[in-house]
Nanobody
Framework: QLQLVESGGGLVQPGGSLRLSCAAS????????VAWFRQVPGKEREGVSC????????DYADSVKGRFKISRNNARDTVYLKMNSLKPEDTAVYYC????????????????WGQGTQVTVSS
């Protein structure tokens, strides 16, 4: 069964950058679209970005467009989320998830989660 592990979170000042990584500790991300989500206490999990299995197609939430970039290295079986110009409202636990098909077809289809990685943006 696929198990995903997120890493790379931390504390950063507003305007700073972080790069999150998502890797499979069990199974593989090959042939799977992968998405990043985030959640703050008391709110629903929010889809942030998604990438197709080839990396040729990406999607971003309006709140992060122009600041975040999703990418993948299929040779390393890892998906990344580079976050630039971070804002306090980006503070959340970030999760990655995957679906067993090639394209991002809606965040509602993702339903398996790792342990998440905390991102805190604060001065």
């Amino acid at each position: 069964q696929l198990q995903l592990v997120e890493s790379g979170g931390g504390l950063v000042q507003p305007g700073g950058s972080l790069r999150l990584s998502c890797a499979a500790s069990e199974g593989t991300l090959a042939n799977s679209a992968v998405a990043w989500f985030r959640q703050v206490p008391g709110k629903e999990r929010e889809g942030v970005s998604c990438i197709s299995s080839s990396g040729g197609s990406t999607d971003y939430a309006d709140s992060v467009k122009g600041r975040f970039k999703i990418s993948r290295n299929n040779a390393r079986d890892t998906v990344y989320l580079k976050m630039n110009s971070l804002k306090p409202e980006d503070t959340a636990v970030y999760y990655c998830s995957s679906v067993p098909w090639f394209y991002c077809s809606g965040y509602e289809h993702f339903n398996t989660w790792g342990q998440g990685t905390q991102v805190t943006v604060s001065s």
